[in-house]
């Protein structure tokens, strides 16, 4: 990825602190339009606070974050979504008693003001079409399993226009073919245009998927590069060495 490709997410030396806790420290990188870029880093590493700063949870002490070339520093969440950017949560939060459709819907209203609901709930049912989960529509959301709640999750996102789509853990306690069918699905996600930005401790998952990795310690970016060139970094191997993911992939 190079120079002349068009820019989706920006970060700046983006730092933030709990009281004396440096969290995230200095985190600048990169995110290219159709690029799926992962996130990765032993625990307590700042991925989490890092996803929460880039989704407008909470707001940098200091540095500065650009989506598609606008300054959204302190931008909040609405507006970031507003602007292109999408989150599809690890726990996931639908609306229980709401239909899969419904909730669907609920993304389509919130991320395009002024869309009306047929409209709404008719682009709700071509990503529930897109995300393999047409024949769930009815059901209510609390009866779904977890990878469709994951898929739901995911079309929920979408249905809000994202450019760029976050993703936290999606694959965090699926079983290994249920795995499979995420990763197609966050692909599938990518072929229609949307560039990913997702964290995830599988190691497999970050080699099938990623096309960079940017890896984080201590809140700080120690490597960023391919999965191969990053997974052969003497920082990275130190860092994951003792920790119970590993680097074993
Ligand atoms: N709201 C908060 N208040 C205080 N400290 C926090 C808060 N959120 C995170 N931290 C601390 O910041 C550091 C980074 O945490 P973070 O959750 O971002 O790491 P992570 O890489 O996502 O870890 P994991 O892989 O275990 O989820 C940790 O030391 C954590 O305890």
Same mark, same amino acid.
């Given at each position: 990825? &190079?120079?002349?490709? #068009? ?7 983006? &730092? ?11 985190? &600048? ?11 990765? *880093? ?100 609390? #009866? ?48 229609? *245009? ?25 809140? #700080? ?29």
């Amino acid at each position: 990825m &190079s120079a002349g490709l #068009e820019v989706v997410l920006r970060a700046e030396r983006l &730092s933030k602190s709990f009281g004396g806790l440096k969290a995230v420290q200095n985190v &600048s990188f990169t995110h290219y339009a159709g690029e799926i870029l992962a996130v990765i *880093g032993p625990n307590g590493a700042g991925k989490t606070t890092l996803l929460n700063l880039l989704s407008g949870v909470y707001r940098p002490s200091s540095g500065r974050l650009e989506l598609l070339g606008q300054d959204i520093t302190h931008a909040p969440m609405e507006r970031r979504c507003h602007a292109g950017l999408g989150r599809a949560f690890q726990v996931v939060r639908p609306f229980p008693e709401m239909t899969v459709l419904e909730n669907v819907t609920v993304g389509a209203l919130f991320g395009m003001p002024g869309t009306r609901l047929p409209e709404a709930r008719e682009r709700a049912y071509d990503l529930l079409e897109r995300t393999g989960l047409a024949d769930q529509a009815d059901r209510a959301a609390h #009866e779904l399993t977890l990878l469709q709640d994951k898929r739901m999750e995911v079309a929920r996102a979408l249905a809000t226009h994202p450019r760029v789509l976050l993703l936290d853990e999606v694959m965090a306690g699926l079983r290994p073919g249920e795995a499979a069918e995420a990763v197609e699905l966050v692909r599938s996600v990518r072929d229609g *245009g949307i560039s990913v930005l997702f964290i995830e401790h599988i190691m497999p998952v970050v080699r099938d998927l990623a096309d960079r990795v940017v890896v984080m310690d201590g809140g #700080e970016v120690i490597a960023t590069g391919s999965y191969r060139e990053v997974t052969a970094h003497p920082q990275v191997v130190t860092a994951y060495l003792g920790t119970e993911e590993g680097l074993g992939a």
